[in-house]
């Protein structure tokens, strides 16, 4: 049963429900870029993001990683563990885009040696300021212990979805993911928040288009029909390669 809203954010709506360990989380149809400078919406973006993120949660549960999800409920939410959110947004690069080449004036597409892994602070006021592991452990954010977990836990969940991407023509070029420890056992760090296009860059690895909200952020057009195309691609897959126009 859903009671009352706990939180709202850019995306998704928080609500307790009869069991304390438990919470709905609803993804709602609102899309914004620029720390909410740049919003938008298309009916129907809600629901595709809770299938894409309950189907990624499942596939890496399968795999030993452990999130916050419990089940799916109605069209657009979830129920999910209540946890406490480490407020870091971990971030994963497997070739060099966005804000990083932004920074350092390269062009985007370059290949990484190895996944990077950055962390920024999670505050819409400071608009989410990029911290080193060391800023975040001396400025008490997270122990020295936590951000190894996070780095590892961030990683493993890269090498799970590098792989399901791979499988269904998608180049995963970086995410963002967020963790929380739940109330009853402070020490078991698990994935939280969600994992979809919206914090997700993938290109399809044929053509290089992209399929994720940089398609909103720059105004490419196609938000809609990117979205969809990653859920089918994910949900189709079911146990079989995906061919690249092959259907
Ligand atoms: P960035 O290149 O803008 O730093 O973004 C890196 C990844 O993190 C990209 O996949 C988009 C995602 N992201 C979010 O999910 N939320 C945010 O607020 C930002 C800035 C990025």
């Given at each position: 049963m859903k009671n009352e809203m706990i939180y709202e954010g850019k995306a998704k709506r928080l609500y307790t429900t009869d069991n304390a360990g438990v919470l709905l989380l609803e993804f709602k149809d609102s899309l914004t870029a620029f720390n909410a400078q740049k919003r938008g919406s298309f009916a129907g973006k809600g629901s595709i993001n809770r299938d894409v993120a309950a189907h990624i949660f499942k596939e890496l549960k399968k795999k030993g990683i452990e999130s916050h999800f419990l089940r799916e409920v109605g069209e657009r939410e979830m129920e999910v563990r209540r946890v406490r959110i480490i407020p870091l947004e971990v971030v994963v690069r497997n070739v060099l885009a966005g804000s990083t080449a932004k920074k350092m004036g390269r062009d985007e597409g370059e290949p990484l040696p190895r996944p990077l892994v950055e962390f920024y602070y999670k505050d819409d006021a400071l608009a989410d300021p990029f911290l080193s592991d060391d800023q975040a452990i001396v400025l008490g954010i997270a122990t020295a212990e936590q951000i190894a977990i996070l780095k590892q836990k961030a990683l493993e969940i890269n090498q799970v979805l590098q792989g399901l991407f791979q499988a269904v023509?998608?180049?995963?070029i970086d995410f963002k993911v967020e963790f929380g420890t739940p109330s009853e056992s402070e020490g078991d760090i698990v994935l939280a928040d969600e994992i979809t296009p919206d914090c997700c860059r993938l290109w399809?690895?044929?053509?290089?288009?992209r399929l994720d909200k940089d398609r909103f952020r720059r105004d490419l057009g196609r938000v809609e029909e990117s979205y969809s195309e990653v859920l089918k691609r994910l949900t189709n897959s079911s146990g079989h390669r995906f061919v690249p126009g092959g259907r």
């Open positions: 023509g998608i180049q995963l399809d690895a044929k053509s290089g288009e």
